[in-house]
């Protein structure tokens, strides 16, 4: 039996789709090798074997895709929107070790595309404009997120949300980049230190009921 006109355009869109997925996997992987001004939109295209053309259909500029690619779901900002969703509702005190450790373990293992994103945004104005926004998605869902424990009643009504959060990432920022060296293990045992001692320093301030801090 003949497919219907409707399913035919699911088809035609679950393709595009996974052709879209394909260019994001390939720019990542190339972004991260070889940096972002050394990745053309024309090798990208090579590397999936579809036309320079076809990227630009989907992707305004080669900055929209950079985005797409900070933000797809295995990055680290991904992850770290995967982790503050499954937080949703729950108590900062029981969950934002975890999710601050989660941070710091989702950074460390795309070192290479952090690492690109960093350096390489200090002299390109476009990859700046991204990193920028990367920085402003993660902050903003941080910041929603402790809105929402304020509200509950569990941290203090007069905490600075916003600053808290950029606190939060400024910090797994430099741990970043003073421990990027690090093997695996090492890695994450100063990590899960890192985590607790600064979350230890940050509760006490933050919470409604100090007293409380120690857990």
Avoid: C
């Avoid at 995967?82 to 941070?103: H, N, S």
């Amino acid at each position: 039996m003949p497919s219907s006109p409707k399913e035919k355009r699911l088809t035609r869109r679950e393709q595009a789709e996974a052709r879209k997925q394909q260019i994001v996997e390939a720019a990542l992987n190339l972004f991260a090798q070889h940096g972002f001004a050394a990745t053309s939109t024309k090798r990208i295209a090579q590397e999936v074997g579809v036309t320079e053309g076809l990227i630009f259909h989907y992707f305004k500029n080669k900055g929209e895709l950079l985005m797409a690619v900070a933000t797809e779901r295995r990055t680290f900002m991904g992850e770290v929107t995967a982790l503050l969703e499954q937080a949703d509702g729950r108590p900062a005190r029981d969950v934002l070790g975890g999710i601050v450790l989660g941070w710091v373990e989702a950074i460390q293992r795309q070192s290479d595309l952090v690492t690109m994103l960093l350096v390489e945004s200090q002299n390109n104005p476009e990859l700046a404009t991204v990193f920028r926004g990367v920085v402003a998605q993660m902050v903003t869902a941080m910041t929603g997120y402790l809105a929402a424990r304020v509200a509950a009643g569990e941290l203090r009504q007069d905490l600075p949300v916003r600053t808290s959060a950029m606190v939060f990432f400024s910090s797994l920022m430099m741990f970043f980049l003073t421990n990027r060296n690090l093997n695996p293990t090492e890695w994450h045992e100063r990590a899960t230190e890192f985590t607790t001692e600064m979350l230890d320093a940050w509760f006490r301030g933050a919470l409604a009921n100090p007293e409380h801090a120690g857990g």
